[in-house]
């Protein structure tokens, strides 16, 4: 689709004869027959390229220039000066106040439209290199998340085996072998899995930009999931202290989702809890309720709670809480919980009261039953 070019001349018959000679080019053209015309017509709806006479009543050529390079909406669109004046003087000043080429009237068609072409040209390239500046820095800052979000989640899993080896080093002799209940060594293992699967979501940057997840969905029992989490999760639940309460009926339905990914949800829930409530005890809940085809899950604390004003941007990225100060991160957590959750078709939200603690409500999917 050829571009929409603005003639400016006072002279009708220098317009009709641009206007012929444009067109059966394919160009749109609009005209304007002083300065005062075209800044409106500009103003509705920018050319992609201007010929602008010099020599006209009211404003001439140059203010007309200065200004529309004075203002950001208009100041890219390439402007050449078409005027009958050819002394160097009244070239230099075209390209002074902003003119990208001029030519000399009287005019050749085949040069207004070899110049009118080599301009857009310009301008066509121009863009091309914005939008790839835009597309890398974009790129670049998804990049940037995903390294801020692992070194998040990774805190984690590697704080719980190095309390579980600090604590049987602690009561260890110097000179006997240190023997793991197998328990602890499949826990450990288990937290070394995650810290790999972690550090394989760095792909996920991309993920994350365009909010396309891709999930490892699977029928998963969140009780068994939980009753897991709490285990590994014990020691830095001891050493805060604090308490884990498990709350679900004993028959429950399997969820459609990426166990790896509810694990960082939860990791991320619980981790924020310890690290904003520094006072003691503190007690945390996770409930599980089969509801309409879905399982919700809530993780309630009875910590300080959170302003109500800070409750719509909770789940955004570089979000922090009210002691941020006093904790290092990023303020990626909750905006990940939020991912995770979106890209499994749930929903995420919070309630909180000042003093009395915070509850975050997440929904999951039930694994669709198998036809009779």
Same mark, same amino acid.
């Given at each position: 689709?050829?571009?929409?070019?603005?003639?400016?001349?006072?002279?009708?018959?220098?317009?009709?004869?641009?206007?012929?000679?444009?067109?059966?080019?394919?160009?749109?053209?609009?005209?304007?027959?002083?300065?005062?015309?075209?800044?409106? &017509?500009?103003?509705? %709806?920018?050319? +992609? *390229?201007?010929?602008?006479?010099?020599? =006209?009543?009211?404003?001439?050529?140059?203010?007309?220039?200065?200004?529309?390079?004075?203002?950001?909406?208009?100041?890219?669109?390439?402007?050449?000066?078409?005027?009958?004046?050819?002394?160097?003087?009244?070239?230099?000043?075209?390209?002074?106040?902003?003119?990208?080429?001029?030519?000399?009237?009287?005019?050749?068609?085949?040069?207004?439209?070899?110049?009118?072409?080599?301009?857009?040209?310009?301008?066509?390239?121009?863009?091309?290199?914005?939008?790839?500046?835009?597309?890398?820095?974009?790129?670049?800052?998804?990049?940037?998340? &995903?390294?801020?979000? %692992?070194?998040? +989640? *990774?805190?984690?899993?590697?704080?719980? =085996?190095?309390?579980?080896?600090?604590n049987y080093l602690k009561n260890a002799s110097p000179t006997e072998p240190i023997l793991f209940p197998s328990e602890v060594l499949q826990r450990m293992a288990q937290s070394c899995d995650r810290q790999l699967a972690l550090i394989n979501s760095l792909v996920m940057s991309q993920q994350l930009e365009t909010q396309t997840i891709t999930l490892n969905r699977q029928p998963l029992d969140l009780g068994e999931l939980l009753q897991n989490f709490a285990a590994e999760w014990h020691p830095q639940l001891e050493a805060h202290p604090a308490q884990l309460i498990l709350d679900y009926p004993a028959s429950?339905?399997? %969820?459609?989702? +990426?166990?790896?990914?509810?694990?960082?949800v939860l990791e991320n829930l619980v981790a924020n809890a310890l690290k904003y409530n520094p006072q003691n005890p503190l007690i945390m809940t996770i409930r599980l309720e089969p509801q309409a085809g879905q399982m919700i899950c809530s993780v309630a604390d009875n910590g300080i709670g959170i302003p109500a004003d800070l409750l719509t941007s909770l789940f955004q990225a570089y979000q922090r809480g009210n002691r941020a100060s006093q904790s290092p991160g990023f303020g990626l957590g909750l905006y990940l919980c939020r991912q995770i959750i979106e890209a499994h078709q749930g929903q995420i939200a919070a309630t909180s009261e000042l003093g009395a603690g915070l509850t975050i409500v997440f929904t999951l999917p039930l694994t669709a039953s198998p036809p009779a």
């Open positions: 689709m050829k571009e929409n070019l603005l003639i400016v001349d006072d002279n009708p018959d220098n317009l009709r004869l641009l206007t012929a000679t444009l067109s059966e080019q394919g160009y749109h053209i609009r005209k304007a027959l002083n300065g005062a015309i075209a800044l409106k &017509s500009i103003e509705q %709806v920018p050319p +992609d *390229l201007i010929l602008l006479d010099i020599t =006209m009543p009211g404003m001439n050529g140059y203010e007309v220039c200065q200004v529309l390079k004075n203002q950001p909406t208009t100041q890219e669109i390439p402007i050449i000066f078409i005027s009958a004046l050819d002394a160097v003087l009244d070239k230099v000043q075209a390209f002074e106040v902003g003119g990208s080429d001029y030519i000399t009237k009287p005019f050749q068609g085949q040069e207004v439209i070899a110049r009118i072409e080599n301009q857009l040209t310009i301008q066509r390239q121009r863009r091309q290199l914005q939008a790839e500046i835009q597309e890398r820095q974009k790129a670049e800052q998804a990049l940037q998340m &995903s390294l801020q979000i %692992v070194s998040h +989640d *990774l805190r984690n899993p590697v704080l719980g =085996m190095a309390m579980i080896l600090n429950l339905p399997s %969820v459609s989702a +990426d166990s790896n990914l509810i694990w960082r």
